[in-house]
């Protein structure tokens, strides 16, 4: 097989509320680090687009940070612009909010470029819905295999398949990974990986789920 190029995004935004603080999620990367070692062993090319928090792999990468979902989305269209890149392992968790502005106790928009002083008594942070990264993939990369992610939390098995199944009908992914994070503690991190005949495997560990999803993806290269 040819010289296979792979791009995977990794770890948490972070939402800017002002200069030093900001709205993020307990993602660490790990896993993401994790999915880049298990394609190196395929000599893959990867472009391994990470928060600047995030866990880093000990192969080699073609590295990006980012902080904010804009800024990861552009780092994203840039890449598949330039690039031909044959799988995309959409890992990182997005945030689904960004903000849209700050007020102070009398409604007050204030300017959240610098530091908000702390001896405002009140803030009132007002939220917007982030864009849906992944709903742009399939038209930017249309030959290229996607993996998306689900996580869902504290649902049965049929509400967290469904959850699954419809990322996957609604942005053409070839493989959901689904997590139930009431199954996620310590070593302990249960994920399903579902291919678009509904086919199911089921992981207990990062390192399973990370391996189980490059060979899942190598077994489709190969039968593509």
Known sequence: MANINVLITS???VEKIDAVRGITNF???KLGSLLAES???HNAEIWYLHATTACLPSC???SFPFESVVELKQTIETILRSEQIDVIVHAAA??????AEVLDSRGNRLDNKGKISSNETELTVKLAQTP???STLREMAPNAVIVGFKLLDGVTKEELFIAAKRVMD???CDFVLMNDSAEISGECHIGYLMNDNGIM???ETKSEIASGIAKAVWEELDNG
């Not at 997005?94 to 903000?99: A, G, T």
């Open 11 to 13: 770890g948490g935004t």
């Open 27 to 29: 993602s660490t990367g």
């Open 39 to 41: 394609f190196s062993v």
């Open 60 to 62: 080699k990468v073609n």
């Open 94 to 99: 997005v945030s689904d909010y960004l903000v």
């Open 132 to 134: 849906k990264i992944i």
């Open 170 to 172: 609604q942005n053409g």
């Open 201 to 203: 495997q089921c992981f």
